[in-house]
């Protein structure tokens, strides 16, 4: 198991109103924009931990795998199974931007002031997508390693048929505590800000990139995210 600590978030103004409205934004939104970017840089601590584990058996529904010194487990994530297909491992992860944005967000409400909340929770939204993007650019470095290629991330409760019920079996093969995440009994992570997920890995893949999993994922159809990375690269941002 790796733990990465020193993760790096690049937050602009730019991106965080084209998160939020699609770049069409008031000089007002802007300068609140710029404020809450100033304190947030400060109370992000993003982290991940990822284990490479074996792929043992994969079926129309589910995929069979083990990670080291851990039991044999059957991830059920339905109809995404047919993307494990290829896979001859794994990497499994669980990233966080940790407690203290999320506390600040919520003192923020209590204190009456919502677009600073609003504004400081889309940051951590955008800045939980680029912690995610180092343990992708990770997958690809330890595919490279043996000559293989990568899948698409896949996270329990983001995509249709893996529900987030199978969220605990997931984290037996990622010492979530390593990185202070913990899993609640709704089997949500906690800080909530932070995202389980797996790639594989192998000879058999075609790309050297991790592909996107949008067409799979269960909110496609209202991700701001999504909306404004299509924005910024039709406006040359990208």
């Not at 919502?114 to 470095?141: C, F, H, P």
């Not at 409760?157 to 984290?171: A, M, N, R």
């Not at 058999?204 to 496609?220: D, L, M, N, P, V």
Request: one cysteine or more.
């Amino acid at each position: 198991m790796t733990v990465l600590s020193d993760i790096k978030i690049k937050l602009d103004t730019e991106e965080l109103t084209a998160y939020l409205h699609e770049g069409k934004s008031s000089r007002k939104l802007v300068t609140k924009a710029e404020e809450v970017l100033n304190e947030s840089k400060n109370l992000l601590q993003p982290a991940a931990a990822y284990e490479q584990i074996k792929i043992l058996e994969v079926t129309n529904n589910a995929v069979l795998c083990s990670g080291i010194n851990a039991p044999k487990v059957w991830l059920n994530i339905g109809q995404c199974s047919e993307l494990m297909k290829k896979a001859a491992a794994a990497i499994t992860s669980v990233v966080t931007i940790g407690f203290e944005l999320d506390k600040r967000v919520k003192n923020l409400n209590l204190q009456g002031d919502y677009l600073s909340a609003w504004l400081m929770d889309a940051i951590g939204l955008i800045a939980l997508e680029q912690a995610v993007s180092k343990i992708q650019r990770t997958a690809v470095i330890e595919a490279k390693k043996n000559m293989w290629r990568t899948g698409p991330f896949l996270s329990p409760g983001s995509i249709d048929g893996w529900p987030l019920s199978e969220q605990k079996k997931f984290c037996s093969l990622v010492p979530i505590d390593r990185i202070d995440v913990q899993l609640n009994k709704s089997n949500v992570l906690v800080p909530l800000k932070s995202v389980s997920g797996i790639i594989g890995i192998g000879p058999e893949y075609s790309s050297g990139k991790i592909e996107s999993i949008c067409r799979f994922c269960a909110q496609s159809s209202s991700c701001r995210i999504r909306a404004a990375k299509l924005k910024m690269k039709l406006r040359g941002c990208e």
